[in-house]
């Protein structure tokens, strides 16, 4: 049974290897050679893998319903409620991204060709029935047709992937509206350019607006996707032992004590709320002034301050505290810190990548330096809030602890963890108590977790909603060249909101567990 | 403990990939923007961190060599003879490399500066010092200093890997060799040009063609350090139990009855070695002529098919055999699995950027036919390659199950894995009498894997001793350009030498457990 578990991992796994190095193959063909190889190749490479992936779903979506077997366990681990909702937020904001692709397509018709709006409306049917078939689907631990669902599976997660690859890579969309912006200037102005216009003016406007907003969502949907799809994959064929559902459940959120981390954190959401408002307002324009610049990173310098020390402060009473760690081994947990480290690399790396673009400039001015005291943070923060989530994830919680000490009431006999000598297990009266009783290290890590918290959110909403001053400050973009600071840019910052996300989950766990 | 063991590999993991994301956007920028930062300052970088390294891997030889109790064990599955082989190889020769740099510099100190000198000095020091260091200690579970080790590995890990990324993109040394023979020809035909020619030409030539040559050799060194530098540090406060060594040796190496395999498998190395000479001699010249690419592409089109059927017959026989597997977790084993389908990405993808390229300029020469089933079959042979060779680790070997099923003879009861029910253990008669007379399966996989190692060896001699033609048929590198084909080819190619190097020592271990 295993055996043929792993043989079908392996085969469904070079399945999935050799579309994406075909596809990856095609995209940078496509990039270093456009005139053997068009853009137009890759899309209809991309149509026809979607087209495929398309079918297998909607054969999934009606075998599992049809054979009531085919599903016999549930996965409570996976498909949690924030997995499945920016499932359903960027799987509405890539669509909302394909309907403005095609509406900036049907008003550009007199000089382009019909042709290019039927890819977007494919990807208009693929995201809806992938984002619905996930939704249902999500903790599905699939008992029929392993290998062949495996095998589906892996082909829509390439799919997914390579539709990453060519969002994070692709610059010509970008490149048509910004030229189409510089025509309609140029126009106005008397002259008379080559560029493909709009006739309806306002609508295009929206169009585009629109596009360049929502145009990170595409990215960030696929990136959900191909988690979502991996995890479904390792569920293949998984049995679920019966007492697995028996764990007792997390306790609610409480505020308990934790006011001042409260207030704190208030005070950072509302004034990046306020930040981000100005900057938007401002940003109508096609330039954006450069007071507004050094107003978004001054803030972003003092929030990223303040995170980092709080981070700091954690690990430290983390380390003073004496639970001791669980070091027994958990899949769903490991997976976490794993995606936490590499979500993280994402915005290390543009930060990395400014600080070389300024060091190498030498510039003297505040901005500047603004930037450059950001990335710093930037990355000092990343590395700190890892080790605060890490070691915070690595305790035992308080209420584990008790219900584990209790003396079992079923026959089975609970897998203790390995406890060193001279350690006896803590009474369960102590326990309990000192769950009422906050001393004041869980007390501290309570109020540090939940300001973390609103701070990762003030911090996630800049990006997810469309402010990017990393690629409108024109400085690195004019050192590494549009193309490359494009890739740069487009792998991090998805990548960097994913981090956010992961990470207000990780500090809510901590938090509970504190 | 263990608790402080994953802070440390956390903390020195961290600061790896900081070295790494600093130096890599150092390398990033030094292409995209090369005024404000040049490839002199890529170098600095590079030395300063080597000069590092270095002062670590001299007090970690002398810190362990002065405290006995520093290392009080060492992992038998470290350090195989084929990794000390070829670390050892790769280091002879990536010190050549260094020395023909060195020679090449010197030759034209008249119109260069006599910095240039510095940085190749560098890399001998720091080559020669690290394999001996390497040779020395790559079987250490060290002990004392668990956190300062594990920075100092990875720091020495971080540089190599920054080696290597520059190797792969730094395509300077070669464009210069290459202007130079042109300038070199144009002089003879009367033409001046402005490039810096060798004073003594005899000697320079050597200097230049021995460079081209052996620079596969340095990106090779480079991964293997890495490797073998991340198992030490894996290793790092490592406790062994004393049973380890207590596994029974692997029986020697005979050649039992697979004679038709030996003999078809040296005439495929007899073969080789012809073709590879032929291949060498005519490349000679500055172009190689048409009819000899034919031959090496026809030989390498009937070897791979050779291969490739071999390897699903052993798959078939594999799945035709009664053993049960092997299903008890065993890390060395799982890495084995890792490194060989990593290093088989290196040529897959290679040969699919080949099979794009042909495709999209739709030739009909023979030549390109040849390279096209080429890289279909490379692709085929090294997915079936990979299926067998993992097949064939999974078995259980004949003496391991002999030795189990004996009664224990010390106190000490081994964990068993689990056999199913009524799946008694093979009598301890039963399987020693199976060993001595080999059933038709355990010959055929026998001399299948005896062919397949020898023609591994094939594979492995042509593009580790200098023949290339994948760059040198000129068909991809019109297609992709100069820099995309070199960067996609210094990729690969390592990763493929080393696969076959992995692979002939996971056929040996298929063969002797057969």
């Not at 309907?99 to 008003?107: I, L, Q």
């Not at 306790?251 to 408002?277: D, E, K, M, N, Q």
């Not at 584990?400 to 001279?422: F, T, V, Y």
Request: glycine share 8%.
């Amino acid at each position: 049974d295993r055996q043929a578990q792993k043989a079908g991992q392996l085969f469904s796994g070079l399945l999935a290897l050799n579309v994406v190095f075909l596809g990856g193959a095609f995209i940078c063909s496509s990039i270093s050679n456009s005139v053997a190889l068009t853009l137009g190749d890759v899309w209809v490479l991309l149509a026809v893998l979607k087209a495929l992936s398309l079918l297998w779903l909607l054969y999934y979506a009606a075998g599992t319903t049809r054979r009531p077997h085919a599903v016999l366990y549930r996965d409570p681990h996976a498909g949690s409620i924030w997995v499945r909702g920016s499932l359903l937020l960027f799987g509405s904001c890539a669509g909302c991204l394909s309907v403005f692709h095609v509406g900036y397509e049907v008003s550009h018709l007199y000089c382009e060709s019909w042709l290019e709006l039927i890819f977007p409306a494919i990807e208009i049917v693929f995201i809806g029935i992938q984002t619905w078939v996930l939704w249902r689907h999500c903790k599905d631990c699939v008992q029929a047709q392993g290998n062949f669902t495996r095998c589906g599976l892996m082909l829509t997660l390439a799919t997914n992937l390579l539709m990453w690859v060519l969002a994070v890579t692709n610059d010509t969309m970008h490149r048509k509206i910004e030229a189409e912006l510089n025509g309609l200037m140029d126009n106005f102005s008397g002259n008379d350019s080559h560029t493909c216009l709009c006739l309806n003016s306002t609508g295009c406007q929206v169009f585009q607006k629109g596009y360049l907003m929502l145009y990170p969502f595409s990215t960030e949907y696929c990136l959900v996707c191909c988690a979502v799809l991996f995890v479904m994959w390792k569920n293949v064929g998984r049995r679920l032992a019966p007492h697995a559902s028996a764990r007792p459940g997390t306790p609610p959120f409480h505020l308990r004590g934790a006011l001042s981390g409260l207030l704190l954190g208030l005070l950072a959401l509302v004034a990046g709320v306020v930040v981000f408002v100005i900057f938007q307002v401002e940003a109508n324009g096609p330039t954006i002034a450069r007071r507004y610049f050094i107003l978004y990173y001054a803030f972003c310098v003092a929030l990223l301050s303040a995170m980092s020390l709080a981070c700091l402060a954690g690990t430290a009473i983390h380390g003073l505290e004496e639970r001791e760690m669980d070091t027994v081994k958990n899949p769903t947990r490991s997976l976490d810190v794993v995606l936490l480290m590499g979500a993280a690399l994402g915005q290390m790396g543009i930060a990395y990548f400014s600080i070389v673009a300024i060091v190498a400039t030498r510039p003297h001015e505040l901005l500047d330096r603004l930037v450059l005291a950001y990335s710093l943070l930037l990355i000092l923060q990343h590395m700190a809030q890892n080790l605060f989530i890490i070691e915070g994830l690595h305790r035992r919680p308080l209420w584990e602890a008790a219900a584990e000490a209790e003396p079992p009431r079923g026959g089975r006999s609970h897998s203790q963890p390995e406890l060193g000598p001279g350690q006896p297990p803590a009474s369960p009266r102590a326990s309990i108590h000192s769950n009422c009783h906050l001393n004041w290290k869980r007390r501290a890590l309570k109020e540090l977790s939940l300001f973390l918290i609103l701070c990762n959110i003030t911090l996630w909403m800049m990006p997810a909603f469309g402010i990017h001053p990393e690629f409108e400050n024109g400085l690195e973009k004019e050192f590494y060249g549009y193309r490359t600071w494009f890739t740069i840019v487009n792998f991090g910052l998805p990548l960097g909101v994913f981090y956010r996300m992961h990470s207000v989950g990780g500090l809510v766990e901590v938090y509970l567990g504190a």
